[in-house]
Nanobody, 131 residues
């Protein structure tokens, strides 16, 4: 069974740090582009950061550039999102998703969540940034 599972969410203070993990089971994660998306209450799901399967190319939304870092550890079949200096506006449910490597990371992160090109989604992890 193909599954993605997010972990590492929780409450973090502004200016702190948090690392989210996206673990894959049932498939080899390094065969796919992987993206982190988030959805705040009352808002559309948006792309945060995406990483390619082949050359490690990355994309970041302007709102997180310079603060968040995406990386992959293929030996553990896991992709991470390191969140440094989070802000209250980063509060959201964070999801990871997989997509075939035929798409650029920018295109992947710009796609609507309902796109049929997404192969799998996790169930999400709540991140709350508050003092």
């Amino acid at each position: 069974q193909v599954q993605l599972a997010e972990s590492g969410g929780g409450l973090v203070q502004p200016g702190g740090s948090l690392r989210l993990s996206c673990a894959a089971s049932g498939f080899t994660l390094d065969d796919y582009n992987i993206g982190w998306f988030r959805q705040a209450p009352g808002k559309e799901r948006e792309g945060v950061s995406c990483i390619s399967s082949s050359d490690g190319d990355t994309y970041y939304a302007d709102s997180v550039k310079g603060r968040f870092t995406i990386s992959r550890e293929n030996a553990k079949n896991t992709v991470y999102l390191q969140m440094n200096s989070p802000k209250p506006e980063d509060t959201a449910v964070y999801y990871c998703a997989a997509m075939g490597e035929g798409w650029s990371v920018q295109a992947m992160c710009s796609m609507n969540e309902r796109s049929p090109f997404f192969g799998s989604w996790g169930r999400g992890a709540q991140v709350t940034v508050s003092s």
